[in-house]
């Protein structure tokens, strides 16, 4: 019995020590918040509210759109920054404490619905972040470790900590006896609301595994009739939320589809180490055809190959909803959570538990290069150095001259930078379903950097923006090399970028 009691204890305590330490190397990766992706766009957001919350205008180019990026959680932070007077980087390290706050809590609160062991929390952690594939990718809304570290500070990671809220909130109401009031439903419709405007592709994610969650519960008309309240005040509250048309978004064009179009690559190696996670499901499925994962899971696959199918693919931003109750389903079944009875039990007790500590090991050695966000390159051993990928340098180099509001002529890599800073761009790093005038600023800048535009029809561009400021490389159209070109060299950056003054 005391082997059995050590053995048990070793259970418990090994995950929630593991887990504690990527919470720890996560916290530490918010206090260097290592720029990639959408950072510069949602610093940018930021910029824009603190100077005007009524009125921000489209926070990366100089023009009066409203934009899906002023949500409730950006105003915060909007409002943050204005009233302390915090850069905004401080703003996005104080929301990313926020957000991995809401996200652990929420994982803890979920999983306590579906297993009491204390192991199970700490558990799901690790295989959110640890159980995904060999080919390492990054995207918002997606929880490995690496993508995490580098999206911490992300609306997603917010709206993702709240759906598990939601979840966890929505499962105790439909399970209560007696009944409860209307408040909390209601209140579950406002919540729900508040994560489809804070981040809408986290916020279907959120939606499947809410529905999945009800009808698991086979509810009565009482319930149904809550769950009819609650989607009422959802939906007023999507309706007259002012900054931008959450309804018009139904309406995006086919450039979000050509941007996600890589969401279906690679789904194997990406994707891999979560097959324990599915194998679980089944036992879940086999015990219980209404479980709450299973149907969760379900959804996902549904929504996710539809979209393949059909060439909608955007719809692959719902690979969370997939690959998260198999996740969650794999954590509570090495617990001996809902694996049922007989060979399907007896298999998780021994092969099956060790087949997710050897998936969790994979992924985390595939995914070891992220503690090179906290600890310096040279002092990491040569195979972990090896995965370690550098986060994008960023462009402060620029600001002792570019000031609040000035408008640059750059490039799409930079131009999902330059903005983070105060600037504006004349087409934006990233596809704007409200900017109108999208396809003709993007066409301009494209015409501006060819080696065969004359130095006139340059200038008319300039002069239609506003174009204080170019960007780019010195080895590239060597727009600055000619003296026609109305263009003055003020400093150089990394890797040979110049930044270049506009001379009227």
């Not at 009691?5 to 020590?17: D, E, G, M, S």
């Not at 204005?82 to 652990?104: D, H, I, N, P, Q």
């Not at 080696?451 to 340059?458: E, H, L, P, V, Y």
Request: charged fraction near 10%; aromatic fraction near 12%.
């Amino acid at each position: 019995m005391s082997i059995l009691r050590a053995a048990l204890r070793r259970t418990t305590v090994i995950p929630q020590v593991v887990a504690a330490l990527v919470v720890v190397l996560l916290l530490l990766v918010i206090a260097r918040l290592p720029w990639a992706g959408d950072l510069g766009v949602h610093a940018a957001t930021v910029q824009r509210l603190r100077h005007s919350l009524v009125d921000p205008g489209n926070p990366l180019v100089d023009a009066d759109t409203p934009s899906p990026y002023y949500s409730p959680w950006m105003l915060v932070l909007g409002c943050l920054a204005r009233v302390t007077g915090f850069s905004v980087f401080v703003v996005l390290r104080v929301g990313a404490l926020v957000g991995l706050g809401l996200l652990v809590t929420g994982v803890w609160r979920y999983v306590r619905t579906l297993s009491a062991h204390r192991a199970a929390p700490a558990l799901a952690v690790l295989c959110l972040v640890f159980l995904w594939g060999t080919s390492l990718f990054t995207w918002s809304g997606f929880l490995g470790l690496n993508s995490l570290a580098l999206t911490v500070s992300y609306p997603s990671v917010f709206a993702l900590g709240l759906a598990f809220h939601l979840w966890a909130w929505l499962a105790g109401a439909v399970h209560a006896r007696p009944l409860g009031g209307w408040g909390a439903w209601l209140g579950l419709g406002a919540l729900w609301a508040v994560i489809l405007l804070c981040h809408q592709f986290s916020g279907v994610v959120a939606s499947l595994g809410a529905l999945a969650v009800v009808v698991a519960a086979r509810p009565g008309r009482q319930v149904w009739l809550r769950v009819g309240g609650g989607l009422a005040v959802a939906v007023g509250v999507l309706w007259v939320w002012p900054y931008y048309d959450f309804f018009a978004l139904f309406g995006a064009g086919d450039e979000l589809e050509a941007v996600h179009r890589g969401l279906y690559r690679d789904l194997v190696g990406r994707y891999w180490l979560v097959l324990p996670g599915v194998a679980a499901l089944v036992v879940r499925w086999l015990q219980d055809r209404w479980d709450p994962l299973v149907l969760f899971f379900a959804l996902g696959v549904v929504v996710v190959g539809a979209g393949g199918l059909s060439g909608h693919y955007s719809w692959g931003r719902a690979l969370p909803a997939v690959v998260i109750p198999a996740q969650v389903a794999a954590a509570l079944a090495a617990v001996g959570t809902g694996t049922g009875a007989g060979a399907a039990a007896r298999w998780w007790r021994g092969g099956g538990a060790a087949v997710l500590a050897g998936a969790l090991v994979v992924g985390a050695w595939t995914q070891v290069g992220t503690v090179g966000y906290v600890v310096p390159r040279g002092v990491l051993p040569g195979v972990v150095a090896g995965k370690y990928r550098a986060p994008w340098v960023g462009y402060r180099w620029v600001t002792p001259w570019m000031r609040y509001g000035d408008v640059v002529m750059a490039r799409t890599f930079p131009a999902r930078q330059l903005p983070a800073y105060g600037a504006y761009t004349v087409a934006p790093g990233y596809p704007d379903f409200f900017l109108p005038d999208e396809g003709r600023r993007a066409a301009d800048v494209r015409r501006y950097f060819a080696a065969g535009t004359s130095g006139s029809a340059r200038r008319g561009i300039v002069a239609a923006y506003r174009v204080r400021w170019v960007v780019d490389r010195g080895a590239g159209v060597g727009v600055g090399g000619e003296r026609h070109s109305g263009l003055r060299v003020v400093t150089w950056g990394p890797g040979g970028q110049v930044l270049y003054e506009v001379v009227r």
